[in-house]
């Protein structure tokens, strides 16, 4: 078995609220990666694996909640058992190709009742990979680092730290409802909530008589249920409220009016399923639905705190992190929820609220024409219709 032992960072902070975070991250890993052990200890955590790939690697670096983590050899807490194990750490990190390579060791003591100071230990176990293994010491710049840490009941030896994403574990900062569109920025706007551990729950709008085929969206809400163990999908047909803007709304206001009504249908999901906010991938500008004066007309329809984690973003940072996250490639697909004839040439850039006002009382704005489908998504797949 191979053990992946986990720091948490900004968790540690949490003071009482900390085994709480634990145990939602926990729970998380288990539901994602499905470790064979899960060992908590005191600000970090150990999962077993029968084997550990780079896939795995992948996708823990991307689990909300996570700060760094590394594949460990385990050792007893003694100098002699340290200094071996760290060799066969090294040789398993360089197929035994040794000779000559630099290395560094640092070592942390999280239990002070250890006899050597970090420095002490640093350099026995150095002094032992250089005769042993015919390494060189670069501190600075190693090619290979070599961390040590030396923990209640055992010393943990890794020879490669990777990055986390950080954040909090999904779940841990209450529920919210996501818009998603079948664009790039939506998607990437549910992983940026996610990270700061709000669990989401999706709502997709779409023109039945326009479109029946929802692979994408499915595509979606399964890449981001690799990140957040369960998600539901809901999907709601707009044609109606569609059809009725085009026929009494200017043009220049249909879009605008719109997406107050998909705020609405989204506040409508929340209440059922006692969500907090609503969260959009608007970013500043972006496209005219998105200026400032719009977005305050827009965002006015509902009084859930309305949350755009993009809204600062550039589109070359949204697509980076799309990327990452694996929701780019899908998101470039081929796919249309709105009638044309709601996305004017010259659209309103500045909204007047009297105007929206007006213009929505020849609409049906009030409640659900259909009641929404819900699909289910669970660690990266869709499992069920409700
Ligand atoms: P995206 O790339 O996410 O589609 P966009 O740049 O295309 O964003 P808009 O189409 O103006 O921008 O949409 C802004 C936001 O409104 C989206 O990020 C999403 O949160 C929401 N939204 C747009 N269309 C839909 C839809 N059909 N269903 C649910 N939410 C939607
Ligand atoms: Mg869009």
Excluded: W
């Amino acid at each position: 078995m191979q053990q992946i032992l986990v720091h948490y960072g900004e968790l540690a902070l949490k003071g009482k609220n900390r085994t709480y975070f634990e145990q939602k991250l926990a729970q998380n890993v288990r539901r994602l990666l499905l470790p064979k052990t899960v060992e908590r200890q005191f600000g970090r955590m150990l999962f077993g694996f029968e084997t550990v790939d780079d896939a795995l690697l992948e996708r823990m670096a991307l689990i909300p909640g996570i700060r760094h983590f590394a594949l460990i050899h385990t050792a007893k807490t003694e100098v002699e058992d340290i200094a071996n194990v760290a060799e066969q750490a090294v040789v398993a990190a360089t197929n035994g190709k040794t000779k000559g390579l630099s290395f560094g060791v640092s070592a942390q003591r999280s239990d002070k009742r250890f006899p050597l100071t970090s420095p002490e230990l640093s350099r026995e176990v150095g002094t032992h990979l250089r005769q042993r293994l015919g390494m060189r010491v670069n501190l600075d710049a190693p090619e290979l680092p070599v961390h040590i840490e030396v923990c209640k009941h055992a010393a943990y030896i890794s020879t490669r730290k990777h990055r986390g994403i950080g954040g909090l574990p999904v779940g841990s900062s209450g529920k919210g409802v996501v818009l998603l569109s079948g664009g790039i920025d939506s998607p990437v706007a549910a992983y940026t909530m996610m990270k700061r551990g709000l669990e989401v729950v999706l709502v997709h709008l779409y023109n039945s008589s326009i479109n029946r085929d929802f692979t994408k969206i499915e595509a979606l809400a399964t890449q981001l249920s690799r990140y957040q163990p369960r998600i539901r999908l809901y999907m709601i047909d707009l044609e109606e409220f569609q059809r009725h803007t085009i026929a009494h709304v200017p043009a220049k206001y249909r879009m605008i009016i719109y997406k107050r009504q998909m705020i609405r249908a989204a506040a409508q999901i929340a209440e059922k399923e006692k969500a907090e906010a609503i969260v959009t991938g608007d970013s500043l500008g972006q496209v005219a639905s998105q200026t400032l004066g719009n977005i305050s007309a827009i965002y006015d329809v509902c009084d859930l705190p309305l949350l755009s984690p993009l809204i600062a973003f550039d589109k070359e940072e949204i697509i980076e992190l799309g990327r990452k996250i694996g929701s780019y490639d899908i998101s470039t697909e081929e796919y249309c929820d709105i009638c044309s004839y709601l996305i004017a040439k010259h659209p309103e850039t500045h909204a007047s609220k009297a105007k929206v006002a007006t213009y929505e009382q020849a609409l049906p704005i009030e409640g659900l024409e259909q009641p929404a489908r819900i699909e289910k998504f669970s660690n990266g797949e869709k499992i069920s219709h409700i």
